[in-house]
Structures are given as C-alpha cells and as structure tokens.
C-alpha cells in the first residue's frame, strides 16, 4: 500500500497504545526499492512466524474476548470484506488491554514491515482527525481483529479492518501466505488544519503517478488516459471485480527504462509495505506474469487539486487509487490479487489434494 510517513507531531489518537510517530519519509525514494530483475526464489516461509503470533495474540486474550475473535474459516464473513463504517466481527482494539494490543501489533508485524505498520497507523490517525471534525462514531478503537480457523492448522486466516482499512491474510496450505485484498482510504487526503496540517497518508503514490504522466510523450499519454473524468471509485471494490474487463492504458512494454522505474516505484508504495519474504514472493510472481505486459492507466484531471483516477494493472495484480470524494481530497487505494486474493488460488488446490487423499 501506498504511504507517505507520519506528519511530525502526529498523534495516535489511541488511549491504548503509544508508539511513536515515525519521522515523515522523502516522496520518491521508492524508486531505488524495487528492484524487480532482482527478485529472489528463495524466500522464507513466514507461515510459521504467522502461526505464532497469531497464537500469543489469542492467548493474550480472555475467554470472551477469544470467543469474540475466533471465526470459522468456511465463514462466508472472511470474504466479506469492506472499507466503509459499519458494524463488525471480531475484537476491536479499543476493547483491548495495552498487552493485547501489543499482541494484535505483533500480529500485523509478522507480515507487514515498518512502513506496513505506519500505513495502519495514519489510517486510525486520520479516523481521528474525523473523530475532531465530524463527531464520536468515527472512532480509531473500532478497528477489529478477526482470526478465521486456528492458527498453524491449515487452511486459516485473519483479518484487521474498520473505516477505510481491510488487511486481509489467508494462509490456505504450507509455504502460502496470501495478503489480499489490502485496502487504505485517506480522508482527509491533505489535512489542511490542526496539529496534523499537511499530513498526506497517501501523497507519495499521486505524486509519483503525476510524475509518470509528466514524464510521458503526448502519443504515451493519450495511451495511458482511459478516460477524461475520474471513476468516483476503485473499480475492483468488494464483489465488482468483474467490472474491470482486461487491462487497460499504455503497456509498460512501450515505456522508456525511466519510465517503468518510476511505475516499479509507484507499486512498490503498496507492494512495498510486506514483511521482506512475503514482499520476495510478491515480486516473483509480478515477474511471474510479465512486467512488460503491464499497463499504466490514468482518468480524470491532471491538475493537482482535482478529481483523478490511476492504475496499474497486470495479468492477476492489481493496483487501484482514486481521489474523487469531497473535492478530490478523499483516496481510496487498493492492491488485489486477482487470482490469489484469500489465498483462493492455493486454497483450491489444497481442497482438490485433500479429495484426492
């Protein structure tokens, strides 16, 4: 997932846990991180370490809280995923004690790294910017923890969503560990007052995107433009996946070397935020499908401050971010894998092994 640091004197706005604000990053560094020719094989499989901090989450719970938590893998909730203000399952932080919100962060460490966790972090400060604004239904406790099946015994899952987030983790067989659909919204997507002025969760995927755009021919930037107003939307919101149609926009086949870096650089703003290994895996199976077979694909405004609309899309991967909403200062920003969001592509096969046996 995209993300931009910490605005310096942002706040958690959580009575439960402290950590501090990690200091606010250059936008374009991305660039040198994701190297793809360079993706390795040998990755280490992280469904142990996954296991295990699962379990001492669990443990760290009381009867009722666990009861609260544990949901059956066959559930039909575990693919009922969603970004908007509703009610949910699961064990929401704020009805934690400080060590079991230690627990559930160690929980989101074993597969996201340091700028995985911040991500997590802006998009609870940013519920409470709102909590300042629009009153107490928005509220940063009232993100919840959901684990589906048991930990180590396969297949299992969890989950960590509330307003504008769905971290969805499925380990459906061994050596699999599928973190799709992951979603991040920003609203504000500028903080414009308070303690938190010029805070943008999300800032460093629009302007690397602008700076695609920037940097394209006209003949490439016509290619690239699928429309003249952005969607108002993600396209592959839950269940509309389907609404994509094949990729669209200029293939990164027909982009210079500069050109592509810059787009390595954007999906790395989302892919960039997983745990070393996982993120090992996910450049493989970007390679997997062909880099060059990608295309960029924009809609909508290129004047900063109003309504746009980006992608990237390849064979199964996806990445999504559009700035419609309340001027064009709301994003909302997904990653999604296709063929594999659930962890349904090695689920099925550990299904028809099992009828096989």
Do not use: C
């Not at 250059?26 to 996954?50: E, I, K, M, N, Y």
Request: zero cysteines.
């Amino acid at each position: 997932m995209p993300h931009d640091g910490w605005h310096p004197h942002g706040e958690t706005h959580d009575n439960h846990h402290h950590h501090g604000p990690p200091k606010r990053r250059t936008v374009l560094t991305a660039a040198a991180l994701l190297p793809f020719g360079s993706a390795s094989a040998q990755t280490v499989d992280g469904a142990q370490r996954v296991a295990d901090a699962a379990n001492r989450f669990l443990l760290s719970l009381d009867d009722g809280q666990r009861q609260k938590a544990m949901i059956a893998f066959e559930s039909g909730n575990r693919l009922d995923w969603h970004y908007i203000p509703r009610s949910r399952s699961g064990l929401a932080l704020g009805e934690m004690r400080s060590n079991q919100a230690d627990a559930a962060r160690a929980l989101f460490a074993s597969v996201l790294n340091k700028r995985g966790l911040d991500l997590l972090d802006g998009v609870r400060l940013l519920e409470g910017v709102l909590r300042e604004q629009q009153g107490s239904f928005r509220d940063p406790g009232r993100y919840y923890v959901s684990v589906f099946g048991t930990p180590g015994r396969f297949p299992w899952g969890w989950r960590f969503e509330g307003h504008h987030l769905s971290l969805n983790v499925a380990l459906p067989a061994p050596g699999h560990v599928s973190v799709t659909p992951f979603f991040a919204g920003a609203h504000p997507a500028a903080v414009r007052d308070g303690p938190n002025a010029g805070f943008r969760l999300l800032g460093a995927s629009e302007d690397i995107a602008r700076r695609i755009m920037t940097g394209l021919n006209e003949q490439q930037r016509q290619a690239a433009t699928i429309a003249n107003r952005s969607f108002g939307e993600i396209v592959a919101s839950p269940q509309r996946e389907r609404n994509l149609g094949s990729p669209k926009g200029l293939q990164l086949g027909d982009m210079t070397g500069a050109q592509r870096t810059l787009v390595e650089a954007l999906m790395d703003r989302f892919l960039g935020t997983l745990a070393a290994d996982l993120l090992a895996r996910q450049k493989q199976r970007v390679l997997e499908q062909g880099l060059s077979r990608f295309r960029f694909a924009w809609a909508g405004s290129l004047t900063p401050g109003e309504a746009h609309y980006f992608r990237v899309h390849g064979p199964v991967t996806l990445i999504e971010h559009d700035n419609t909403q309340n001027d064009a200062n709301h994003v909302h920003a997904v990653w999604r894998d296709l063929a594999a969001d659930f962890g349904r592509d090695a689920l099925a096969d550990h299904y028809r092994q099992q009828q096989h046996r």
